[in-house]
């Protein structure tokens, strides 16, 4: 009961954390101890195969697939920031943007600047026989900002970088791809015009 809990709640929260599903899932040990068990369980063929049951599952009921994502990914990395104004210059209403400028929309902020005008006056007439003088304020609407925000596209970039499988793991110091140990390598092999050359010759007398 415990491990499938465990499989539930490490896939309730992105980025994943073990750590925390696993004292969600009622387990007692705490520090390191949890890590260690968490780190553990993830290893075992059972959680294994639950974890990707779960995800193939999901995956199936909301029609997630590689292609929709990567489909998704492409609108917000390729889309024309110019395309989210009108010929004027002025920005166009969400319901006007096309597909990809929509999905990279993030934030539309509507401010409007209003200033006091001069009050409408009313007199109501009162049972006595006199009038009264009512006021009601009035505002006038003298200026109108918009704002939008969209998605960086170099974040949907390496997404789809990553997801492509494109994207190469650096080469670490000390082993034949990286670039300084080449260079190393390549001076190693040149003498230098500083270094000291033997003579033939023997010492003059």
């Known amino acids: 009961m415990q491990q499938e809990r465990f499989v539930h709640e490490y896939l309730a929260e992105t980025p994943h954390n073990a750590t925390a599903a696993y004292a969600r899932a009622g387990y007692q040990a705490t520090g390191q101890a949890a890590r260690t068990a968490a780190a553990r369980l993830l290893k075992q063929p059972a959680i294994k195969a639950a974890i990707a049951e779960l995800r193939a599952r999901d995956a199936a009921k909301f029609e997630v697939t590689r292609e929709r994502v990567l489909e998704e990914y492409a609108k917000l990395a390729f889309f024309d920031p110019r395309k989210f104004y009108n010929e004027d210059g002025t920005l166009k209403l969400p319901t006007e943007l096309g597909d990809a400028e929509a999905a990279a929309l993030t934030g539309y902020d509507v401010e409007e600047e209003f200033i006091g005008d001069e009050p409408d006056v009313e007199m109501e007439d009162q049972a006595h026989g006199g009038k009264l003088k009512r006021q009601h304020a009035k505002t006038l609407a003298v200026g109108r900002t918009v704002k939008i925000k969209y998605q960086r596209k170099k974040d949907a970039l390496d997404s789809i970088v990553n997801l492509m499988g494109w994207k190469k793991e650096p080469a670490q110091l ?19 015009a500083l270094s000291p050359v033997a003579s033939d010759e023997g010492d003059g007398e």
């Open 174 to 192: 000390g082993t034949p791809d990286n670039p300084i140990t080449m260079v190393v390598k390549e001076m190693q092999g040149v003498r230098s």
